[in-house]
């Protein structure tokens, strides 16, 4: 009763802070060098990480691919499966899940601690609204940023894709023909569905974030929890979420 | 002792502002942390909340200040409720927090012009003078573009009182404004709080476990005890009292003849 209780209460202080944050937009020029702060953070944080975590997948995606697919005579088809599953699926999913655990855990850790040392609460007698000074510049970064990041992601899974079909023998296939099949099959749609997720992921993650930071009580080892909540609880709610969005997509 | 640079300009919008705080009562879980509270801070008023340790000190102030409300009672700024930012708005209600709570990520000067900027409260260049005039108060202007962390304790607790006095505030509340700062200094925050009285009627409360500093700055004095309110009188009468637990707080004994501390040293 006290988990379901605690997940409500934690729902609606989300929306509530969502609300504020929103109320808070005619203050965003005001806040642009906060946003483009923000911004340069999550990329810089995510981007060497998406690189590598991408090109493998794209890599591992063809491999296997190439294995089952070898023994249909299907080989041609490995592009077409690599990139849309790189950006329907893999791109958006993998650049929330790294956003959660980078860039999410550092701002909860963050707002926890400022919450714990009194920082909010001296932004509330001073009549700032927390939500405007450390939510709002969160969020629209993590908008603008997370279409870009999901779009570099997907063309280094597809790099990745290509240079296992090129250099892995039994696979046999270049990576012109790679990029032939996948241009045939990966259509502009495919992409935009996947930067619809990122967007989606990306917001779920921050509000995630900022909500568990924000409602961290205690003392400095509350700090460490919220940090694991809100990746545990990101994780979950992209996974889920997932599920619907494809649905409503397809 | 007046101030011979004041803190703030001077201002003809300022109104006097009375503290009214009415049956408080605030209980976390089943603790019950305070308990029919009722007292009311005169315009421009120096007023004291004292107590030991754990008495509900900080916890009142907090209330005072609109970021918690009463599980009971009402606390109003001028008969307006101090949780709304309007009111917090309308009297820039500013707080020194005992830990300082200056924004780490932000130079001394940014956490001073925080708020005058966030408000649109006037240009630049008055921001700029308003924040090195309330540095130089504190003589805490060589600090102006260090970060907090940076900082020493009492440094830090400066910069707090300077980002209040930047806030021009009509009530001002203070915990523990001297703890971690050397007697001069704590002198000088003494003689700040008696400036802001005397030249802007600023109303001040202030918690504080410096007992000689509150009966030298205070019009009046309460006592908490537990949650709950001894008293409220001028320090003189305060001093002359005979309630025990009143006089134990002001003329603490240390007496190591104590049977405890024998005790200690005997198993040690």
Known sequence: MTQIQGFFDSLGSGLIMVWRALVSLPAAPRILKRVAEQAYLIGYTTLPIVTILCFFIGGVLALQAGITLRDFGAKEFIGALVGASMARELGPVMVAILLAGRVGSAATAELASMRVYSEVDALVTMNIPPERLLVLPRLLAVLLVMPVITVLANIIGWLGGALVCEYVKFIGLSADQFFRNLQSFVTVDDVLDGMIKAEIFGFLVMVIACNTGLRTRGGPREIGASVTRSVVLSLIAILTVDYFVTKVLA | ?268
């Open chain 2, 1 to 268: 002792m007046p101030l011979t640079r004041s803190p703030f300009p001077e201002r003809d919008d300022r109104a006097p502002v009375t503290v009214e705080v009415t049956h408080v009562a605030k209980a976390y879980g089943s603790q019950q942390v305070l308990e029919d509270i009722s007292l009311k801070v005169e315009p421009g008023e120096i007023f004291v909340i004292m107590g030991p340790s754990g008495s509900g000190k900080s916890v009142l102030l907090r209330h005072i200040a609109g970021l918690e409300k009463p599980s009971a009672g009402t606390i109003t700024i001028n008969g307006l409720d101090p949780t709304e930012p309007e009111t917090r708005n309308r009297f820039a209600l500013a707080l020194v927090f005992q830990s300082g709570a200056l924004f780490n990520s932000l130079s001394v000067y940014d956490n001073l012009a925080l708020y005058p900027l966030e408000h649109h409260l006037c240009p630049k260049q008055e921001i700029r003078d308003r924040v090195m005039r309330a540095l130089r108060i504190l003589s805490i202007e060589h600090a102006v573009q260090k970060l907090p962390a940076e900082l020493s304790g009492g440094m830090r607790k400066r910069v707090a009182i300077a980002r209040a006095l930047v806030m021009e505030p009509q009530v001002l509340l203070y915990d523990e404004p001297t703890s971690e700062l050397d007697p001069v200094m704590a002198a000088t925050i003494a003689e700040i709080i008696g400036t802001l009285k005397q030249e802007h009627d600023v109303t001040s409360i202030v918690v504080s476990h410096d007992r000689d500093l509150s009966l030298t700055i205070a019009d009046r004095v309460a006592v908490l005890h537990h949650g709950k309110l001894l008293a409220v009188a001028p320090p003189a009468e305060l001093k002359a009292s005979t309630d025990p637990i009143i006089t134990e707080f002001l003329n603490p004994k240390i007496d190591t003849a104590n049977p405890r501390f024998k005790q200690l040293e005997a198993s040690s």
